[in-house]
């Protein structure tokens, strides 16, 4: 009987600690969508209503729900299109810039991609968005070297840039220049909205958005570019796990 009993015990916390682990897959699940294709995290109550949901979401899935919802309401929309500006460009948008990027229905993610791309074939306003992300952060103009520092990393948006001299701001002086090494960015910056996730999850949502450009990055940025994690590429996120990250903390 008491060996019964024990066996028992057993199966219920073998049962109780895989539901607890499927719960939260499920609630990163949901945060990651959400910094994806909003940009920014869900609330307590978004969080509720999806896991009280009787689906097993993917977060493709997900995404496509709420690309759905971004399609048939206007303020939020409207919200995803400033924001991938800000995170993107460093600037709200004009209205009749808010006016185009609404005929095109697109995630937050979507918006920030396109955007990367427009200033990859614009370098001159890529310099600019170096340059004020400088200001930002540093209070004062970069030089030609880290210019030409920070052009040879692949073009990454201002949120992302603003998070890597956040970065280099804590462990230097403020003499120093950036124009050699690696490029850094903390899990813990203070203006990157970030949500971290398991590491089957993180892959998930590389697969979900293709933000990844190495397969053994644990870094997916709604903030584009060439987001890349520690083990290669342009970026390595320095002290974290696998994170999701979009910009707008502060």
């Given at each position: 009987?008491?060996?019964?009993?024990?066996?028992?015990?057993?199966?219920?916390?073998?049962?109780?600690?895989?539901?607890?682990?499927?719960?939260?897959?499920?609630?990163?699940?949901?945060?990651?969508?959400?910094?994806?294709?909003?940009?920014r995290a869900p609330q307590d109550g978004e969080i509720s209503y999806w896991?009280?949901?009787?689906?097993?979401?993917?977060?493709?899935?997900?995404?496509?729900?709420?690309?759905?919802?971004?399609?048939?309401?206007?303020?939020?929309?409207?919200?995803?299109?400033?924001?991938?500006?800000?995170?993107?460009?460093?600037?709200?948008?004009?209205?009749?810039?808010?006016?185009?990027?609404?005929?095109?229905?697109?995630?937050?993610?979507e918006l920030m991609k396109n955007h990367v791309q427009w200033l990859s074939?614009?370098?001159?306003?890529?310099?600019?968005?170096?340059?004020?992300?400088?200001?930002?952060?540093?209070?004062?103009?970069?030089?030609?070297?880290?210019?030409?520092?920070?052009?040879?990393?692949?073009?990454?948006?201002?949120?992302?840039?603003?998070?890597?001299?956040?970065?280099?701001?804590?462990?230097?002086?403020?003499?120093?220049?950036?124009?050699?090494?690696?490029?850094?960015?903390?899990?813990?910056?203070?203006?990157?909205?970030?949500?971290?996730?398991?590491?089957?999850?993180?892959?998930?949502?590389?697969?979900?958005?293709?933000?990844?450009?190495?397969?053994?990055?644990?870094?997916?940025?709604?903030?584009?570019?060439?987001?890349?994690?520690?083990?290669?590429?342009?970026?390595?996120?320095?002290?974290?796990?696998?994170?999701?990250?979009?910009?707008?903390?502060?």
């Amino acid at each position: 009987m008491k060996k019964m009993i024990l066996s028992l015990m057993t199966v219920v916390i073998t049962v109780a600690s895989f539901a607890q682990d499927a719960t939260q897959l499920r609630r990163e699940r949901i945060q990651a969508a959400y910094m994806l294709a909003f940009g920014r995290a869900p609330q307590d109550g978004e969080i509720s209503y999806w896991q009280g949901r009787n689906e097993s979401n993917s977060i493709a899935d997900l995404l496509r729900s709420h690309k759905t919802y971004i399609g048939q309401d206007v303020t939020t929309r409207t919200a995803a299109i400033r924001r991938a500006y800000i995170d993107a460009i460093g600037r709200n948008p004009s209205a009749d810039e808010i006016k185009y990027w609404s005929a095109y229905n697109q995630t937050y993610t979507e918006l920030m991609k396109n955007h990367v791309q427009w200033l990859s074939s614009n370098p001159s306003e890529y310099e600019k968005v170096i340059k004020n992300s400088y200001q930002f952060v540093l209070n004062r103009q970069p030089s030609s070297a880290e210019i030409t520092y920070w052009k040879g990393q692949g073009v990454l948006s201002y949120a992302m840039l603003v998070g890597c001299h956040e970065d280099w701001k804590k462990k230097n002086p403020p003499s120093a220049q950036k124009t050699s090494g690696k490029t850094e960015i903390s899990s813990s910056s203070g203006y990157l909205s970030v949500v971290a996730l398991s590491a089957g999850i993180a892959a998930e949502a590389r697969i979900a958005t293709g933000l990844t450009s190495s397969p053994g990055s644990n870094m997916v940025a709604a903030g584009g570019g060439n987001m890349v994690a520690a083990g290669g590429g342009n970026m390595v996120a320095a002290g974290g796990g696998n994170m999701v990250a979009a910009g707008g903390g502060n």
